[in-house]
C-alpha cells in the first residue's frame, strides 16, 4: 500500500505519532456526530486513546492487518480511513469516519474511491463496506461508487445509539460487481 493517497484537496496518509494531539481534538469536535455510530466513542475519548490508536496503526501496517490513513482537506485533518484485511484472503474491509464539518461535500467518497483504487492495485480480489442499514448517510458513499449489498446479518460489535442493529454488507470487485 502506498503511504499517501491524493485526489484534488482530499489527501490520505498514514499515521504519525505527532498526529495524536490533532486526532483527539478532531474526534473530540466529533463526538456527539460520530456516537451514534461507532462504539469506540460510547464511552468518551480520552487523549491516550488517540496516541493509542496512532500508536497501533504502525504494527497493523507491517503486518498487513489494516492500513490506516489520516484523511486530510486542504492540508487539515477531517478524519480517518482503513482497509482492513479482516474478512478473509483476497478481500479488505473498508471503514471510514468524518469531522461534520467536513460531511456532505463528497470527501467520504472520495476517500473511499482512493482506497478501493490502491486495494485493488495491490491485489485485492474484493472491498467491503459495512454500514447498518439505519445508517443512510454511510451508505451512500457505497451506492455512489458501485458497490452491491451481498447480505444483512446482525452486527458484530455492541450495537451503538443510532443503530437498529442490522448490518449491510456492500462488495465490489475489481470488475465492479
Not at 12 to 33: K, N, T
Not at 88 to 95: F, K, Q, S
Not at 96 to 110: D, E, F, I, K, S
Not at 133 to 138: E, Q
Amino acid at each position: 500500500m502506498r503511504e499517501q493517497l491524493g485526489s484534488g484537496e482530499v489527501t490520505l496518509r498514514r499515521w504519525r505519532e505527532q498526529d495524536a494531539p490533532v486526532l483527539y481534538q478532531v474526534v473530540r469536535e466529533s463526538m456527539a456526530h460520530l456516537r451514534p455510530w461507532m462504539a469506540w466513542v460510547a464511552d468518551g475519548y480520552p487523549p491516550e486513546a488517540a496516541a493509542a490508536f496512532v500508536a497501533s496503526t504502525g504494527p497493523d501496517w507491517e503486518r498487513g492487518a489494516a492500513f490506516n490513513y489520516a484523511i486530510f482537506v486542504s492540508g487539515r485533518l477531517a478524519g480517518a480511513a482503513s482497509l482492513m484485511a479482516r474478512i478473509g484472503p483476497g478481500g479488505l474491509e473498508l471503514g471510514y469516519w468524518l469531522h461534520p464539518g467536513h460531511v456532505g461535500r463528497g470527501v467520504a467518497t472520495r476517500t473511499a474511491s482512493l482506497l478501493v483504487a490502491e486495494a485493488f492495485r495491490t491485489g485485492a480480489q474484493r472491498v467491503e463496506i459495512v454500514t447498518d442499514v439505519a445508517n443512510t448517510r454511510s451508505a451512500a458513499v457505497p451506492k455512489r461508487l458501485g458497490f452491491v449489498v451481498v447480505d444483512r446479518r446482525p452486527p458484530q460489535e455492541p450495537v451503538t445509539p443510532g443503530e437498529d442493529g442490522l448490518d449491510v454488507i456492500w462488495r465490489l470487485n475489481p470488475d465492479r460487481g
